[in-house]
């Protein structure tokens, strides 16, 4: 019986942790839960920059967001509407700080698993202003899609193939809406440079990087572990596990 409760616990918290978005209930939940997350994120860092700063143009030097995959790019959107809303600053402003705050860091390569959004705010209740911001942010890149030879990925709104409503992509969201986006290898940023967003990476070339997501045998080589193999072997052994040190050299 305890086991069986500890599983039915498990299960529990699994269940609302990571909703089944398969239904329309489930979308809504996943949902809601990444502007909670995202909302109640930012509406502390506003909080704390607005106790030691009042001149909001120095924002993006005391404020660094990374958006770790599309699951909080509704920062974009949410930032937004605190900047428009809350600090009443005008949209080229609020835009400028955005960006600049924001960067992204894509995980994903599979277009399928990329997130989508209706670009009415699913069936939760966001402000009015979450709404337009998303429209018009998305609006800021509709003309890139047009101009581009590609394939018109760069649009962050299209309509859903298996009907008429409109979805937000929400990579694309993040793209527009920071300053710097990167994968976690170099063929994976070179993928995504040019095959998932291509038309995003021709559009802000100077955007795109590369961030190695953990350490590879060649940057241990060129570290100074290389030049200290004593060192390495110490750290194996005081790890108590049998790593080889025949690359240390």
């Known amino acids: 019986m305890g086991a069986f409760a500890e599983a039915l616990a498990a299960e529990s918290l699994t269940r609302v942790l990571y909703p089944d978005d398969s239904t329309i209930q489930g979308q809504g939940l996943r949902f809601l839960q990444e502007y909670f997350l995202v909302a109640c994120s930012l509406a502390d860092l506003v909080r704390r920059f607005r106790r030691a700063h009042g ?3 120095v924002f993006p030097e005391k404020v660094a967001i990374q958006m770790n995959d599309t699951h909080p790019a509704l920062a974009v959107p949410e930032l937004m509407r605190l900047l428009l809303d809350e600090a009443h600053l005008g949209w080229d402003e609020a835009w400028d700080l955005t960006r600049r ?65 409109r979805k937000v992509r929400m ?79």
């Open 55 to 57: 001149d909001w143009s």
């Open 171 to 249: 990579a694309n969201l993040a793209i527009v809406g920071s300053h710097s986006t990167n994968g976690v290898a170099a063929i994976h940023s070179e993928l995504l440079r040019t095959r998932v967003v291509r038309d995003f990476a021709d559009l802000y070339p100077e955007r795109f990087n590369n961030k190695t997501n953990g350490v590879t045998l060649a940057a241990g080589c060129s570290s100074p572990i290389r030049r200290s193999p004593g060192s390495s072997r110490r750290r194996s052994e005081t790890a108590g596990s049998p790593i080889s040190h025949s690359w240390v050299g």
């Open 101 to 165: 705050t924001l960067a992204y860091t894509n995980h994903t390569l599979l277009p399928e698993a990329l997130e989508k959004w209706p670009s009415g705010g699913s069936s939760c209740s966001f402000p009015d202003t979450w709404r337009s911001s998303t429209r018009s942010i998305a609006g800021c890149s509709m003309p890139c899609a047009c101009a581009s030879p590609a394939t018109g990925t760069a649009c962050p709104h299209e309509p859903d193939r298996g009907g008429p409503e």
